[in-house]
């Protein structure tokens, strides 16, 4: 499964500050998005999961291909480890449950309420929910948030297994995920500084 993008612009808040991006990335492939904060990161990755619709330009992906893994964890925190993949496990259709814990490494936590998770295991238990989507292509916002050395390099493990798989990953992040053999796409030529208005605040980019 391969996401292609063809001369893309994309807004947030009414103002357009990406055009012209374009990339294609085949299936075993992964690209890492760069940028400062504001770059316009977050709302590249949202238009390209069908979350907003972009200003122009084309994106070729296959309906209910692509899994969104966001800043928040989207985790209901009266449910356990368990409950919450078995949630997001029942709405995709699948049974990976056992293997998307022991990926992540949250099988000890299974029976443990959300709420009473550290920072780090809830974003672990997050990052599960791709492995319960069965969706090929991955597109993850600062997925190692509230990880430790140890967490990143488990969770980089797993998206090698995904592109092993033939899956697709696209990553906005400044962490190396280990992954030499990703394209690295810098956002800045794309920025269209003349159409931001004053006072916009950028954090929401």
Do not use: C
């Amino acid at each position: 499964m391969e996401i292609r993008v063809d001369n893309l612009a994309v807004a947030r808040g009414g103002v357009t500050f990406l055009q012209g991006v374009s990339f294609q990335v085949a299936p075993g492939q992964a690209l890492i998005l760069r940028g400062p904060n504001g770059a316009g990161k977050t709302t590249l990755l949202r238009t390209l999961a069908g979350l907003q619709p972009p200003v122009a330009g084309t994106i070729l992906l296959a309906p209910e291909a692509a899994a969104y893994g966001a800043h928040a964890d989207g985790l209901k925190s009266t449910l356990t480890v368990r409950e919450n993949l078995a949630f997001w496990a029942a709405i995709h259709g699948t049974d990976t449950v056992d293997s998307a814990m022991m990926g992540m490494d949250v099988a000890s936590l299974a029976n443990r309420r959300a709420a009473a998770l550290s920072a780090g295991q809830k974003r672990r238990l997050g990052l599960a929910r791709l492995l319960v989507t069965g969706r090929p292509v991955w597109l993850l916002d600062e997925p190692t948030v509230s990880l430790d050395a140890a967490s990143v390099a488990l969770f980089a493990g797993v998206v090698r297994q995904h592109l092993r798989g033939g899956g697709v990953a696209i990553v906005a992040t400044h962490v190396d995920l280990g992954l030499p053999e990703a394209a690295v796409l810098e956002l800045a030529p794309f920025r269209v500084r003349a159409m931001v208005r004053d006072g916009f605040d950028e954090a929401f980019a």
